[in-house]
């Protein structure tokens, strides 16, 4: 037998010998079984774990897709649930900050109400409008044991973030938009009073 033929003859039982073994390794594990084949960065960020982040200089906002087929979609769909994750969280920092710096000041219910409520949503828009800057992004390709073999499906995170700066703007913008748009003396106080609070 020639040398060539040997050598052909090698390679094919070794491959065969790595496909037994392979085969044999997904016949064992069970149905619904996942096992991440690649990583990109290869090592995961802590950011995954952490759905927003303040720190002095910006505010940090994650998203995430998981089980999905498409890497492309699924990053898509992080970054629209970061945006959202965004919109959420300066809702919720907006309006402790506005009920704080408006403590104290005697007006009804129904004005109250309905400048938190005025204030909160211009910060928002203003934040959204003023820049949300891309951070980072991270996938897993995972490996899905099936009934009929091997799937692939994808994990897909995005971080996003404003500066601090930014957001400061926009609630000082909002304390200017209320000063113009309300003219009655109960929402006026409010106004005058976040302003006040707010500005220090």
Do not use: H
């Not at 094919?12 to 149905?31: F, Q």
């Not at 090592?43 to 759905?51: D, G, M, N, Q, R």
């Not at 940090?60 to 969280?89: C, H, I, M, P």
């Not at 971080?159 to 003219?183: C, K």
Request: net charge positive; hydrophobic share 40%; proline share 2%.
């Amino acid at each position: 037998m020639s040398r060539v033929l040997l050598e052909t003859l090698a390679f094919a039982l070794c491959g065969a010998a790595l496909s037994c073994s392979a085969e044999g390794k997904l016949r064992r594990s069970p149905v619904g079984g996942e096992e991440v084949v690649q990583r990109v960065p290869s090592k995961a960020p802590k950011w995954i774990e952490v759905p927003f982040e303040e720190e002095k200089k910006s505010l940090y906002f994650k998203g995430e897709a998981t089980g999905v087929y498409d890497s492309a979609l699924g990053l898509r769909q992080a970054r629209a649930q970061a945006v959202q994750n965004l919109v959420e969280a300066i809702r919720i920092k907006a309006r402790s900050e506005f009920s704080e710096a408006i403590r104290g000041v005697n007006v009804s219910d129904r004005s109250l109400g309905r400048y938190l409520d005025s204030v909160v949503a211009w910060t928002t828009e203003n934040t959204q409008l003023s820049g949300i800057r891309p951070e980072a992004e991270y996938r897993e390709k995972v490996q899905v044991r099936t009934a009929r073999g091997v799937e692939y499906r994808y994990n897909c995170y995005v971080r996003l973030s404003i500066s601090t700066e930014d957001y400061l703007a926009a609630r000082s913008g909002a304390t200017e938009q209320a000063l113009a748009a309300f003219q009655d003396e109960e929402a006026r106080r409010l106004a005058t009073a976040a302003k006040e609070k707010l500005q220090r």
